[in-house]
């Protein structure tokens, strides 16, 4: 079956020489690299490069070994990933895998790391499921998973005497999404007192709208419409024009990549919670990457450049601690592993292997001259600060 899949292959030493050596340590990227996913695969991809470059502090070696790329692209499909990290592991000799973008696509491709018997590192997925009941133990995750996303913004904007009420697309990203932010919503003594669903294709919000407004607009204190969409649709600029702050309502959401954060400038003043947002962590690899980033493409780095720089140092780190690219003792290097990212310290859970991180309380702020909505930073809620659910049975 793989045979007959055409992969897209690129092999990018990153070392002296142009071309792979039986001892290189050989590290795959399965991504989206074609497909509706493509500008956060180069993100990933770019963000990969930069980290074992600062991580080797240029050396491009790791445990005496030149470190290799092993491009394949998946198109965000899932039997070509499927296809792709068979070959990698098989025919190339893969030490190590990350990958990839779609979410669909990394959950094709968890059992083909237990095949092998073989780490695949996911970066950037979300869907819980891939460190819940989908997951193995040769499955470590640096990207965050959908719950962290929920119970971050939950505790941004949750505290005694706010009322909040839902809109999410009416599938399994909306509802696991509105799920995880209803429990952690919870724990903040804020009051959940609506929840509504719109089919994903959805472009008049005008009814979903009115019900949100009727359900908050008589309660007391402050008023938050939390909306949790992907993709098309934009249902925040569909309420904005409703008017909402005549009955004193607010809008939320979670952060967004830079082209996307344009949309957020005619909402100054929201709030929410982001993964990543290059002016916020204050650590030196976080300059190092704002600084580089500029310099090379004249632009800041971006979430998933952010996300890919993570994983490179994550692998780094373990195959130093391990002393090995054997995945026996890879799995026991890097159950509890520590190490640093653009967002300042990452650790793998032991239970689950998803890494625990900081999250970004954020107000947006409208500058004329910056292209999107500056995410100014309210508060850094820390690993401690979330308490982000174990969901595999382990």
């Given at each position: 079956?793989?045979?007959?899949?055409?992969?897209?292959?690129?092999?990018?030493?990153?070392?002296?020489?142009?071309?792979?050596?039986?001892?290189?340590?050989?590290?795959?990227?399965?991504?989206?690299?074609?497909?509706?996913?493509?500008?956060?695969?180069?993100?990933?991809?770019?963000?990969?490069?930069?980290?074992?470059?600062?991580?080797?502090?240029?050396?491009?070696?790791?445990?005496?070994?030149?470190?290799?790329?092993?491009?394949?692209?998946?198109?965000?499909?899932?039997?070509?990933?499927?296809?792709?990290?068979?070959?990698?592991?098989?025919?190339?000799?893969?030490?190590?895998?990350?990958?990839?973008?779609?979410?669909?696509?990394?959950?094709?491709?968890?059992?083909?790391?237990?095949?092998?018997?073989?780490?695949?590192?996911?970066?950037?997925?979300?869907?819980?499921?891939?460190?819940?009941?989908?997951?193995?133990?040769?499955?470590?995750?640096?990207?965050?998973?959908?719950?962290?996303?929920?119970?971050?913004?939950?505790?941004?904007?949750?505290?005694?005497?706010?009322?909040?009420?839902?809109?999410?697309?009416?599938y399994a990203f909306g509802r696991?999404?509105?799920?995880?932010?209803?429990?952690?919503?919870?724990?903040?003594?804020?009051?959940?007192?609506?929840?509504?669903?719109?089919?994903?294709?959805t472009t008049d919000f005008t009814?979903?709208?009115?019900?949100?407004?009727?359900?908050?607009?008589?309660?007391?204190?402050?008023?938050?419409?939390?909306?949790?969409?992907?993709?098309?649709?934009?249902?925040?600029?569909?309420?904005?024009?409703?008017?909402?702050?005549?009955?004193?309502?607010?809008?939320?959401?979670?952060?967004?990549?830079?082209?996307?954060?344009?949309?957020?400038?005619?909402?100054?003043?929201?709030?929410?919670?982001?993964?990543?947002?290059?002016?916020?962590?204050?650590?030196?690899?976080?300059?190092?990457?704002?600084?580089?980033?500029?310099?090379?493409?004249?632009?800041?780095?971006?979430?998933?450049?952010?996300?890919?720089?993570?994983?490179?140092?994550?692998?780094?780190?373990?195959?130093?601690?391990?002393?090995?690219?054997?995945?026996?003792?890879?799995?026991?290097?890097?159950?509890?592993?520590?190490?640093?990212?653009?967002?300042?310290?990452?650790?793998?859970?032991?239970?689950?292997?998803?890494?625990?991180?900081?999250?970004?309380?954020?107000?947006?702020?409208?500058?004329?001259?910056?292209?999107?909505?500056?995410?100014?930073?309210?508060?850094?809620?820390?690993?401690?600060?979330?308490?982000?659910?174990?969901?595999?049975?382990?």
């Amino acid at each position: 079956m793989r045979r007959s899949l055409i992969i897209a292959t690129t092999i990018l030493a990153l070392g002296a020489g142009t071309s792979a050596q039986a001892d290189d340590l050989k590290v795959a990227l399965i991504y989206g690299k074609t497909g509706p996913l493509e500008a956060y695969a180069k993100q990933t991809e770019t963000g990969l490069k930069m980290g074992f470059e600062y991580a080797t502090k240029g050396t491009m070696t790791l445990d005496g070994r030149k470190i290799v790329i092993i491009t394949k692209d998946d198109q965000g499909k899932p039997d070509l990933a499927k296809a792709a990290l068979a070959e990698a592991y098989q025919d190339d000799k893969a030490d190590i895998a990350i990958g990839t973008t779609s979410s669909a696509a990394a959950l094709a491709i968890l059992p083909v790391a237990e095949e092998n018997k073989k780490i695949l590192i996911v970066e950037p997925a979300v869907a819980d499921q891939i460190t819940g009941e989908k997951w193995n133990r040769y499955i470590f995750r640096t990207a965050r998973n959908s719950s962290q996303d929920a119970i971050s913004n939950a505790v941004a904007i949750g505290k005694q005497g706010v009322t909040v009420a839902t809109l999410a697309q009416d599938y399994a990203f909306g509802r696991d999404g509105v799920a995880a932010f209803k429990d952690a919503l919870a724990k903040t003594g804020a009051t959940l007192a609506a929840e509504e669903y719109a089919p994903t294709n959805t472009t008049d919000f005008t009814a979903v709208g009115q019900r949100l407004f009727d359900a908050l607009k008589d309660k007391p204190g402050r008023k938050v419409i939390w909306v949790i969409w992907a993709g098309a649709g934009n249902p925040l600029a569909k309420l904005q024009d409703m008017d909402p702050k005549r009955y004193g309502i607010e809008l939320s959401t979670g952060g967004n990549i830079l082209p996307a954060l344009a949309a957020y400038k005619g909402l100054p003043g929201m709030e929410g919670a982001t993964y990543y947002y290059y002016e916020i962590p204050k650590n030196p690899v976080n300059d190092w990457l704002v600084a580089e980033h500029q310099k090379r493409f004249n632009a800041p780095p971006d979430f998933f450049t952010a996300g890919g720089f993570a994983a490179a140092m994550s692998v780094v780190a373990a195959v130093t601690k391990a002393k090995s690219t054997d995945s026996e003792k890879l799995i026991t290097a890097m159950e509890g592993l520590e190490f640093d990212t653009p967002k300042g310290k990452m650790v793998f859970r032991k239970e689950d292997h998803q890494a625990l991180q900081s999250m970004y309380h954020f107000k947006v702020k409208v500058d004329p001259n910056v292209a999107w909505a500056v995410l100014e930073p309210v508060r850094e809620l820390k690993i401690e600060d979330m308490d982000v659910p174990i969901k595999n049975k382990r």
